[in-house]
């Protein structure tokens, strides 16, 4: 494995970095550190993309026939690495990195051709209907129906657990379309607009106070069938190549930041000598997880097909985001117990501490659900024994 950068690559990261210093301006960057949810505000992702957008750097793994970079493995992961390391908004993936690489894949050339540059610009905005309260990572037992009316799917049930909901205007869904054989074939993958008569979205308020997750509800509602991606029962094998594009990605470049926020933090209180060997500890684990990754980049680039690596990774990486968040808290103490909502949305200038210090409670508590979405850790773990071991 070979991780030096090539000069090409060199130069690539120099231009980025020039890009970022021009366009990530400080009020950008101060607005996205009190964030404390999974991704950005939903303003200051739309204010982030338009900027990417401009430039055509929205979609780093887009072919450039749609509008993409087409950038190599090893320049995405520069990318994700710098914007890491700038603290750069994170544009919420459900549009870019799942449901466009879905449509390009299975789509019919109308629907690339009208989602395709909405997604890019924005001027469509996704959210991901898969989890229901009876079904979460087990999406086989999915009930969410649609049933077919002439030139129509009538859409019955729930969603759960569904980000952003309240700005999109568009949702991909996996609802049932037969009841026939096993659970997985009966299931179809289609496009639903948010406004359509019989859809309403309740709010899910988390334990940190944030809105971020919602309910969806489908009162019979009516979808034309041209909305279906794939034929009819496909969707398990569309659900599946989703979650590739959902559970990948780079876990070591926030980690990183993290753990420099961490030191930071411990370095103004003073070191304890136990809490310094926490930090050693955590510090080892990140760039065992980066490293993990540069394996992994190194491996694909070759052609060399992945096994359990990315199970792996959503195992590690996400277990380590709450590791460290744990080590901010202890790091803090008494200052991380107060209610820091109203000053992360800018509602009160109150605070004990840094204005760094202020999402550090947010994000704790969000965090706690890191290790369940995307697909949970007791997941991960059957995949990797299935794999590894043949179990």
């Known amino acids: 494995m070979n991780l030096d950068?090539?000069?090409?690559?060199?130069?690539?990261?120099?231009?980025?970095?020039?890009?970022?210093?021009?366009?990530l301006t400080e009020d950008i960057r101060l607005e996205a550190a009190r964030g404390a949810g999974v991704w950005a505000e939903?303003?200051?992702?739309?204010?982030?993309?338009?900027?990417?957008?401009?430039?055509?750097?929205?979609?780093?793994?887009?072919?450039?026939?749609?509008?993409?970079?087409?950038?190599?493995?090893?320049?995405?992961?520069?990318?994700?690495?710098?914007?890491?390391?700038?603290?750069?908004?994170?544009?919420?993936?459900?549009?870019?990195?799942?449901c466009g690489p879905v449509l390009m894949k299975y789509g019919t050339e109308a629907q690339k051709a009208?989602?395709?540059?909405?997604?890019?610009?924005?001027?469509?905005?996704?959210?991901?209907?898969?989890?229901?309260?009876?079904?979460?990572?087990?999406?086989?037992?999915?009930?969410?129906k649609a049933v077919r009316d002439g030139d129509d799917y009538i859409i019955n049930g729930t969603k759960i657990w569904t980000t952003y909901a309240q700005f999109s205007n568009w949702i991909f869904c996996l609802v049932r379309t037969s009841d026939?054989?096993?659970?997985?074939?009966?299931?179809?993958?289609?496009?639903v607009p948010m406004d359509a008569p019989g859809l309403s979205v309740s709010p899910i308020v988390s334990i940190s106070g944030d809105h971020e997750v919602n309910q969806v509800f489908f009162d019979d509602v009516r979808v034309p069938v041209g909305n279906l991606v794939g034929d009819e029962n496909q969707g398990w094998t569309v659900a599946k190549y989703l979650l590739e594009h959902e559970r990948g990605g780079s876990f070591a470049a926030g980690l990183k930041r993290r753990l420099s926020q961490v030191q930071t933090i411990s370095m103004?209180?003073?070191?304890?000598?136990?809490?310094?060997?926490?930090?050693?500890?955590?510090?080892?684990?990140?760039?065992?997880?980066?490293?993990?990754?540069?394996?992994?980049?190194?491996?694909?680039?070759?052609?060399?097909?992945?096994?359990?690596?990315?199970?792996?990774?959503?195992?590690?990486?996400?277990?380590?985001?709450?590791?460290?968040?744990?080590?901010?808290?202890?790091?803090?103490?008494?200052?991380?117990a107060p209610d820091y909502l109203d000053a992360r949305y800018g509602q009160s200038n109150w605070r004990l501490g840094e204005p760094e210090d202020i999402?550090?409670?947010?994000?704790?508590?969000?965090?706690?659900?890191?290790?369940?979405?995307?697909?949970?850790?007791?997941?991960?773990?059957?995949?990797?024994?299935?794999?590894?071991?043949?179990?």
């Open 5 to 23: 950068l090539h000069p090409e690559d060199q130069a690539f990261e120099k231009d980025r970095r020039d890009f970022l210093d021009t366009y």
């Open 180 to 191: 026939e054989g096993k659970p997985q074939q009966g299931i179809s993958f289609i496009l």
């Open 42 to 98: 939903f303003d200051l992702a739309m204010r982030w993309q338009s900027i990417l957008h401009e430039h055509g750097l929205v979609a780093p793994s887009w072919p450039k026939a749609y509008g993409g970079c087409e950038w190599s493995l090893v320049q995405r992961y520069i990318w994700e690495n710098l914007c890491a390391e700038y603290g750069a908004p994170r544009i919420p993936a459900m549009g870019v990195r799942m």
């Open 359 to 391: 999402p550090i409670m947010g994000l704790y508590l969000n965090n706690r659900a890191a290790t369940i979405y995307g697909g949970s850790s007791e997941v991960q773990r059957n995949i990797m024994s299935k794999v590894v071991l043949g179990l």
């Open 268 to 336: 103004s209180k003073g070191i304890e000598l136990e809490f310094q060997r926490k930090i050693s500890e955590a510090e080892i684990k990140v760039q065992a997880i980066d490293i993990t990754e540069q394996r992994m980049i190194s491996k694909m680039s070759t052609g060399d097909a992945l096994g359990a690596e990315p199970s792996l990774l959503k195992l590690q990486g996400t277990e380590m985001v709450q590791n460290l968040d744990e080590l901010a808290i202890e790091a803090l103490g008494d200052h991380s």
């Open 114 to 144: 009208h989602f395709l540059p909405r997604i890019l610009s924005g001027a469509d905005f996704w959210c991901q209907g898969y989890s229901e309260p009876g079904a979460g990572s087990d999406l086989a037992a999915l009930t969410c």
